[in-house]
């Protein structure tokens, strides 16, 4: 059923999670997974520190996502026999239309990514989580935290 799987990661402790998941379902259904991660600048980062020509910001969050995904992948998925493509990163923002599109480029059958759980006016606006699941043409799942 699935063949293709995206799992998009944040960097966040729910991160390992949502790996394993989509590793379980990889492993099931003997699928590809590809790990995504949307990397951007804060919008909040102060313009008057970030000098476009000099600046070193992009290619450290690159390696700073890198080496986040390499540890959550040794440490879930250690010996494992699925197929484990490179992680791909996108600046694309916001990060909803980044997993959106790398699920049309990938051809992927599945997304796989975590829910913040958000409350309050986060339901009306929506989350990343939410806007992938309602804009998607392909299946979504969300991976929720345990308390």
């Given at each position: 059923m699935f063949k293709r799987i995206l799992v998009a990661l944040d960097g966040s402790p729910r991160a390992p999670r949502v790996f394993r998941a989509a590793l379980d379902l990889a492993e099931h259904y003997s699928a590809v997974l590809i790990p995504f991660q949307s990397i951007a600048i804060p919008p909040d980062f102060p313009p008057a520190a970030y000098v476009p020509v000099a600046d070193r910001l992009p290619g450290f969050l690159h390696r700073e996502a890198e080496a986040r995904f390499q540890a959550v992948k040794a440490a879930e998925?250690?010996?494992s026999a699925v197929t484990i493509e490179p992680l791909l990163i996108s600046e694309q923002v916001p990060a909803a239309n980044a997993i959106l599109a790398a699920a049309d480029e990938q051809d992927v059958d599945l997304i796989v990514l975590g829910s913040h759980?958000?409350?309050?006016?986060?339901h009306v606006l929506g989350t990343t989580a939410g806007k992938v699941a309602n804009l998607a043409t392909r299946s979504v799942l969300v991976v929720h935290n345990r308390s």
């Open positions: 998925a250690p010996g759980g958000y409350h309050g006016l986060d």
